[in-house]
């Protein structure tokens, strides 16, 4: 039986690691906290500011961000739709998409299930993996996905921030595109802390209980 489940969680994290090495290089750890709110409201107003232009994520609507982040649907609006929007509309590409994928050569994809598909820390370790292939002349590609149509949108955290910012600002998107992938992980999280909690008190009650029965027994 252990045997059994030693040899499971072997298969598991070689195919893990094969899944990382895919693009020929280790995966950097985002470190993502789901439970860290501010980084997810950063998150947002990071994808609106630098992803929205070719990116949706159609199957995100406005007022559900602004439930699970914490914010009015005022607040929504003014922070990541620039007052364009109703809080009841998908969160859709802004830009032309047919003219961006005739100037990129590809239509950027909807990036709602990406962390799904290939995990936050891909997305931080592509959105940092950016190298300018000529110095200074703003020719970039990237470690994860060579000869990658998307441009470095993140080019001004590369020239004129350091490690740190630049990194707090791809976890912070990690976070986000994380968070949009799977919503309910955030509602799954901390059901969990509230059922543990209700079995420590539900522990103590019946423990009592059970101390007031047997004490006329003994
Ligand atoms: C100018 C348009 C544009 C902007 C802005 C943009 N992207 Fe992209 N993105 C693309 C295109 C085009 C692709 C497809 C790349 C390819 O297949 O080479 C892409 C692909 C991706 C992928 C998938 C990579 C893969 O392995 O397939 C991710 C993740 C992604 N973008 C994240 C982001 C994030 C996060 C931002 C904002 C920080 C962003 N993009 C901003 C155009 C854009």
């Known amino acids: 039986m252990a045997k059994g489940f030693v040899a499971i969680l072997a298969g598991l994290l070689i195919s893990l690691n094969v899944w990382a090495g895919e ?44 439930r699970d982040l914490g914010w009015t649907d005022d607040e929504v609006v003014q922070k990541i739709a620039h007052g364009l929007n109703k809080p009841t509309d998908a969160v859709l590409a802004r830009g032309d998409l047919k003219a961006i994928s005739k100037v990129l050569g590809t239509t950027p994809p909807d990036l709602s299930l990406m962390a799904r598909r290939k995990g936050p820390d891909y997305i931080y370790s592509f959105l940092l993996g950016y190298f300018e292939k000529d110095p200074n002349k703003g020719v970039w590609d990237n470690h994860y996905l060579p000869g990658t149509a998307m441009p470095n949108v993140l080019e001004d955290k590369y020239r004129f921030a350091d490690e740190k910012v630049r ?26 802390w509230k059922v543990l909690l209700f079995l420590f008190v539900f522990f103590i009650i019946a423990y009592l209980l059970k101390k007031e029965y047997w004490r006329d027994v003994k």
């Open 167 to 192: 990194q707090q600002t791809a976890r912070d998107l990690a976070n986000f595109l994380e968070y949009v992938g799977e919503p309910i992980k955030l509602y799954r999280q901390s059901l969990g």
């Open 23 to 66: 693009h020929g290089q280790p995966l950097e750890k985002a470190n993502n906290d789901l439970r860290d709110k501010a980084s997810l409201q950063r998150g947002a107003v990071l994808f609106s500011n630098y992803c929205q232009a070719c990116h949706s994520i159609k199957y995100m609507r406005y007022n559900r961000i602004a």
